[in-house]
């Protein structure tokens, strides 16, 4: 995933979405991701089956998948992981308060 920075700096708004193929919880963030943030904010999925992908994962700190982070004027503002706790409404409650 080269030009990460470049997005960052591209876009006033954006969300990181650290998938990876197989994992169910990704396709239920996939899910809420269309759902909730819809065109209100560019999503960029970074799939760490991919070696730039992986590597930016790393950077950044990402050991679960699926994890969220979404970024303001370049600057990580939050960071949204699913670790089994969270159900479904609380995510979407998380995902509706970075578009509000």
């Known amino acids: 995933m080269e030009g990460l920075e470049g997005l ?3 876009n006033q708004r ?4 650290v998938s990876k193929s197989g994992c169910g919880g990704c ?3 996939r899910g809420l991701l269309k759902e909730t943030i819809g065109e209100k904010c560019p999503v960029i999925e970074a799939g760490v089956e991919d070696t730039s992908c ?3 994962a790393k950077e950044l700190g990402v050991s679960i998948t699926p994890t969220v ?3 303001k004027d370049g600057k990580e503002e939050r960071r949204i992981s ?3 706790k969270k159900t479904q ?3 979407r ?3 509706r308060e970075i578009v509000a």
Do not use: R, T
Request: avoid cysteine; glycine fraction near 4%; aromatic fraction near 12%.
């Open 93 to 95: 409650k998380e995902l």
């Open 8 to 10: 960052k700096k591209q």
């Open 27 to 29: 396709e239920e963030m």
């Open 14 to 17: 954006m969300l990181l979405f």
């Open 69 to 71: 982070i979404y970024y």
């Open 89 to 91: 409404d609380d995510l």
């Open 54 to 56: 992986l590597n930016v």
């Open 82 to 84: 699913v670790d089994g």
